[in-house]
DNA sequence: TTCTGTATTTAGAATAAATCTAATTTAAGA
DNA sequence: TCTTAAATTAGATTTATTCTAAATACAGAA
């Protein structure tokens, strides 16, 4: 699964890469980097450098294999849900869910009544225009 | 100005705050702890120490007279503008400018033609109901 | 198979954002 | 003036991430 995808994306599928590729896929929490590291350690025959898992986690969002999600300062989180989608933190328990992408219809209005949303926010990533002179 | 707003948000307008705050209410550059720092440090008769504009920064969120910004992992950046708005990264130059609420009118359409927008991400923050038993 | 070069991994050092600590300063109110 | 709580300060500490330099792994050539 985790091999074949590393393959598909032209990324050499080493142990230490399929590994942390399987937990991603197998998560549903969006872990941090440190948490990548705790959940996988001892599934290796060998020790796994925090190194490694940073330089893994930044070839695989490089090869879009998983996304890096930023939503809260000070820690990254990794997403194997490459699929675009939305986003929702709970303010009381700091658990980020996925939302699908069509549930956001018009003007991103109701989620269902399962959602209370406190504020939401909308970032735009591109590249603003040259002006014409 | 800021002092005025200090006061109706009730934090003691200090020299450190206000300076602080002017800067943030005359930026329109979403700038990080750093660059408010550098910013403000030659308007103050005394040595400003690191600790107060984190100090500042927290307290002024806080209170609601800024709102602080992570759209982009490892550092926080501060925005006076609390109305409520949405972000345009350019991606070529890191720029991050404001996007006014109602510019996003059906379903996240278009913003114009001089942004050319290569994804954008939807955050909502709230709390998720308790499941009914 | 052995050789060789490149990619990957490793432990630990280095960096950078943010917080903490403990001492000092400020300033409001009795 | 005296008291006291809040605010500020320099520097140390923590934490996430990157860097460094050495060791391993391993594919392809000979
Ligand atoms: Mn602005
Ligand atoms: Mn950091
Ligand atoms: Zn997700
Ligand atoms: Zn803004």
Redesign the pocket.
Known sequence: MADELLQSRGV?P????VVITQFLLDSHDHP???EVLEGVKDS?P???????V???L?TLVEAGVVKAVSLE????RYDANTIEHHHFVDTKTGKIIDIPWEKVSQLCQTLGPEYKIQDYQITFFGELAEPTP
Chains 1, 2 share one sequence.
């Open positions: 050499k080493t142990p230490q890469r941090t980097a440190d290796l060998v020790s796994l450098s925090r190194a490694t940073y330089n893994t930044n300062p000070g820690r990254t």
